[in-house]
């Protein structure tokens, strides 16, 4: 097997973006450390290479800071300027792909016992994570502890909220509309043409 040839420096060679537009609390930042110590640095810190400042990973640095690490992994960019430091930011920080919920719950239900899903933010619009092991009656307790969405419902001439008991029941009902729903659809203009034209984007 080829071995991993991994950019390793001085932890003390780099220090924390002083524009870093992201925070973590004092909870979620312990359970990065917990997993930091279970498996380790799993992507490398992205660095802007002049200002030796992390553009993304500030909150793995310091984690990796307070567990006493010396060298950490690094990932050299050079952005021309501010805007473009922020957009790597932004990249780094991007989850592309979407959850399929019902594969997922399934996955989690059969692993409960084995996994502390209180140490792990899986991002589901806004759907707390816990509450999908929860065997619920009423769709709304799987947003139990959540604050309310407020949709932008200004100027029209009705807003109703739809519940779908399975996941085949809402695809069916994006394909009654005309229109491509997602995991992270909060709320709809129908016609499509109203939504276009007004510009409000789920």
């Given at each position: 097997m080829k071995k991993e040839n991994?950019?390793?420096?001085?932890i003390d060679d780099v220090n924390v973006w002083d524009k870093n537009p992201?925070?973590?609390?004092s909870k979620d930042f312990e359970s990065l450390k917990k997993k930091i110590e279970r498996w380790?640095?799993?992507?490398p810190f992205l660095v802007w290479e002049s200002k030796k400042q992390i553009l993304g990973?500030?909150?793995?640095?310091?984690?990796?800071?307070?567990?006493?690490?010396?060298?950490?992994?690094?990932?050299?960019r050079e952005p021309k300027d501010d805007a473009e430091a922020l957009e790597m930011a932004i990249a780094d920080n991007e989850?592309?792909?979407e959850w399929i919920l019902s594969k997922l719950t399934g996955q989690?239900?059969?692993y409960e016992g084995d996994i502390d899903l209180e140490d792990y933010k899986i991002s589901l619009g806004s759907i707390r994570t816990l509450n999908l092991l929860d065997e619920v009656d009423d769709p709304n307790e799987l947003y139990k502890g959540v604050t309310d969405f407020q949709s932008e419902n200004e100027g029209a001439w009705k807003s109703i909220?739809?519940?779908f008991e399975e996941e085949k029941d809402y695809n069916e009902f994006a394909k009654l509309l005309g229109q491509d729903l997602t995991s992270k659809t909060k709320s709809i203009w129908f016609p499509e043409h109203i939504r276009q034209a007004r510009k409000v984007y789920e």
């Amino acid at each position: 097997m080829k071995k991993e040839n991994k950019n390793l420096i001085l932890i003390d060679d780099v220090n924390v973006w002083d524009k870093n537009p992201r925070e973590i609390s004092s909870k979620d930042f312990e359970s990065l450390k917990k997993k930091i110590e279970r498996w380790g640095i799993w992507k490398p810190f992205l660095v802007w290479e002049s200002k030796k400042q992390i553009l993304g990973g500030n909150s793995r640095f310091k984690a990796c800071k307070e567990l006493g690490h010396k060298e950490i992994w690094v990932e050299y960019r050079e952005p021309k300027d501010d805007a473009e430091a922020l957009e790597m930011a932004i990249a780094d920080n991007e989850s592309s792909g979407e959850w399929i919920l019902s594969k997922l719950t399934g996955q989690l239900k059969e692993y409960e016992g084995d996994i502390d899903l209180e140490d792990y933010k899986i991002s589901l619009g806004s759907i707390r994570t816990l509450n999908l092991l929860d065997e619920v009656d009423d769709p709304n307790e799987l947003y139990k502890g959540v604050t309310d969405f407020q949709s932008e419902n200004e100027g029209a001439w009705k807003s109703i909220i739809v519940h779908f008991e399975e996941e085949k029941d809402y695809n069916e009902f994006a394909k009654l509309l005309g229109q491509d729903l997602t995991s992270k659809t909060k709320s709809i203009w129908f016609p499509e043409h109203i939504r276009q034209a007004r510009k409000v984007y789920e």
